[in-house]
């Protein structure tokens, strides 16, 4: 098991930037694939973006794609997501998770394929 915890969440005006981070605690981070996801109220949580523990697979949701960029730096156990031309309708519970993947380019797009999550960090974008 790994532990996470998010950071970097808060209010911001339509149109600006935001940069998420996840740390990774309790077991070799580089052996995980990675993906954010997000809760809105009264909606499921949907995948933001993910990708795997090399790096070189991600994945973008579409409504994200161009302005959402996830990375990771394994030598610091930490995830980010930045995240540019915000919307109102980003607006969310954004929650990253952890998935212990053998395969370097292999990453997963469902909850239920993750068994690790962080407590989530608040995002709301004003118009």
């Known amino acids: 098991q790994v532990q996470l915890v998010e950071s970097g969440g808060g209010l911001v005006q339509a149109g600006g930037s935001l940069r998420l981070s996840c740390a990774a605690s309790?077991?070799?981070?580089?052996?995980?694939?990675m993906a954010w996801f997000r809760q809105a109220p009264g909606k499921e949580r949907e995948v933001v973006a993910a990708g795997s523990w090399s790096g070189n697979s991600t994945y973008y949701a579409n409504a994200v794609k161009g302005r959402f960029t996830i990375s990771r730096h394994n030598a610091k156990n930490t995830l980010f997501l930045q995240m540019n031309s915000l919307k109102p309708e980003d607006t969310a519970v954004y929650y990253c998770?952890?998935?212990?993947?053998?395969?370097?380019?292999?990453?997963?797009?469902?909850?239920?394929?993750?068994?690790?999550w962080g407590q989530g960090t608040q995002v709301t974008v004003s118009s």
């Open positions: 998770a952890a998935r212990e993947e053998y395969s370097s380019a292999t990453f997963c797009l469902k909850v239920r394929d993750y068994d690790n």
């Open positions: 309790g077991h070799t981070f580089r052996n995980y694939a």
